[in-house]
C-alpha cells in the first residue's frame, strides 16, 4: 500500500524559505511521477512543481526561478525547496504520486504553508 507522508510546513515571512518533504512508503519513488500541489481557501488546486521518472523537473510560471523539486532516492523522499516565499504561495500543499504501471494516484494528508506579509 503506497503512503505518502508530509512535512516542513509552517508559517513564515515573506522572503523567507521553507523545504517540504514527502516520504513515501510502500513504492520507489524514483520509478514514479511525483509532484507537489497546493490549494489556497476558495481556489483550485492546482499543480506547483512535478518531477518525472527519468528525473525531467517542471513548474507553474508562479513559482519558476523561486523553488526547486527535488529526489532522494536513498531516503525515497521528495522534496520541494521553496525560497523567496510570498504571501500568495500561502496554501495546503500536497504530495503526489502516480505509480508507473497502474498509474493509480495517491496524495499526501496535506501540510499547510503561510506567508505574512
Known amino acids: 500500500q503506497v503512503q505518502l507522508v508530509e512535512s516542513g510546513g509552517g508559517l513564515v515571512q515573506a522572503g523567507g524559505s521553507l523545504r517540504l518533504s514527502c516520504a513515501a512508503s510502500g513504492t520507489i519513488v524514483s520509478i514514479n511521477a511525483m509532484g507537489w500541489y497546493r490549494q489556497a481557501p476558495g481556489k483550485q488546486r492546482e499543480l506547483v512543481a512535478g518531477?518525472?521518472?527519468?528525473?525531467?523537473?517542471n513548474y507553474v510560471d508562479s513559482v519558476k526561478g523561486r523553488f526547486t523539486i527535488s529526489r532522494d532516492n536513498a531516503k525515497n523522499t521528495v522534496y520541494l525547496q521553496m525560497n523567496s516565499l510570498k504571501p500568495e504561495d500561502t496554501a495546503v500543499y500536497y504530495c503526489?504520486?502516480?505509480?508507473?504501471?497502474?498509474?493509480?494516484?495517491?496524495w499526501g494528508q496535506g501540510t499547510q504553508v503561510t506567508v505574512s506579509s
Open positions: 518531477i518525472s521518472s527519468g528525473g525531467d523537473t
Open positions: 503526489h504520486l502516480v505509480r508507473a504501471r497502474t498509474r493509480s494516484e495517491y
